[in-house]
């Protein structure tokens, strides 16, 4: 017959399966507690303060660790973001280590291309593979209009020379004389075609009902009629110039997605349409498998931030939306030309600009004039123009793709192409001079402010 053997816990009670050690605590527990209920007076005072002492200290124990724990996720953050960069750096170095090794096997050099013998500095138009010179010619009012066909070749020979490879214009500058303009000069010139970044702009292209606006019949012939005064077989960017409220998105989506598969534009893209517009735009191009913008045409300087600085941003993260600006000296205000008044030779005093005129001379544009003096200053500390540091300050923000230049005279031009060597000088505590100057760095929405890094 087997033995069976007990465990030691088992029939017994549970005082008798409790170690020795345990008690004797409880039996010591229970002795304080006997003795405390004896005590009177103080010993209810000492379990108010005992009690009062363990509820602060739950209290306590419930927000440090989330403090902890928030701590904890900031540092992990910051450790990511540490390694996110460093692996870009590596991988960065990889590409330019095999492009070297390709160049020296092709027997090219870098020294030949234009960005070292210009200087000039080439930017992604937003996610897109598109490089293009951070600053842009543009026609608006000179080509066609307020100059010679002959000074608009000097000037674009000079961009071109310099590096630029992006000329904007559009079908309704001077009623489409500038894309004539434009397109005789690349014509002349003889320029390879690859060599350049051709853009023009899409809304309003006669008096006509059908001749105007985005919709599928003005896009096609407004295009081909741009091509045919630019004679060019495409243009590398179609701009939408403006949003056009009797045309379904879906409608200008399609329209301008059968444009660049018949070969006519390369990409497409927005100008002057808000933030819920161009993201209608994407998703309707997702949803229905067709071509979305790329970029946003802006106007962007020193007394108009908040779009580019704001709002352009937070679309390139969230769907890769780039932002080529327009008018940094905002439409010459900048220059300081109109400090003493409108110059017969200036835009503002043109036909049709009485608006500018207006504004100029308005107690806005006045409270404009004092800041720009103080603005002086800090040019001259940095040995450069007004105009320079206006347009440097607009290439600082890195989320800028391009910066279009309006000039009316090569030496103004060739002036303003020096901006690049301002954007160096440009730094932290500058910047920081400058918003104090102007006081007007807006805001994000997350409570965040502009900045170069973000």
Known sequence: MSSIVQHPCVGRT?????????????SGTSRSSSISSDSSGSGGNIRSLLSMSESVHANLSSFFPEQALEKEK?????????????LKEVHAAAQLKNLEDFLK?????????????????YRNMGKSGLRVSCVGLGTWVTFGGQITDEVAEEMTTLAYESGINLFDTSEVYNCGRAEAVLGGIIKKKGWRRSS????????????????RGLSRK????????SLDRLQLEYVDVVFANRPDPYTPIEETVRAMTYVINRGMALYWGTSRWNSME???????????????????????????????????PQLYHKIGIGAVTWSPLACGIISGKYRSGIPSSARASLKGYEWMKDKIMSEEGHREQRKLQELETVAQRLQCTLPQLAIAWCLRNDKVNSVLLG???PAQLLENIRALQVLPKITTSIASEIDCILKNKPHCKNGFRFSKEH
């Open 278 to 312: 161009i993201m209608e735009a994407y998703s309707v191009a997702r949803q229905f498998n067709q071509i979305p913008p790329i970029c946003e045409q802006a106007e962007y300087h020193m007394f108009q931030r908040e779009k580019v600085e704001v709002q352009l």
């Open 196 to 211: 350049l970044v051709i853009t023009t702009k899409i809304f309003w292209g006669g008096n006509a009902e059908m001749e």
């Open 74 to 86: 900031t540092r992990q953050r910051s450790h990511q973001l540490e390694e996110i960069k460093r």
């Open 14 to 26: 549970p005082a008798a399966r409790m170690p020795k050690s345990v008690t004797r605590e409880s």
């Open 105 to 121: 096997i092709n027997r090219i050099s870098l020294k030949d291309s234009l960005a070292h013998t210009t200087g000039m500095i």
């Open 407 to 409: 000039a009316s005279r």
């Open 218 to 225: 003005h896009i096609i012939e407004g295009l081909r009629a």
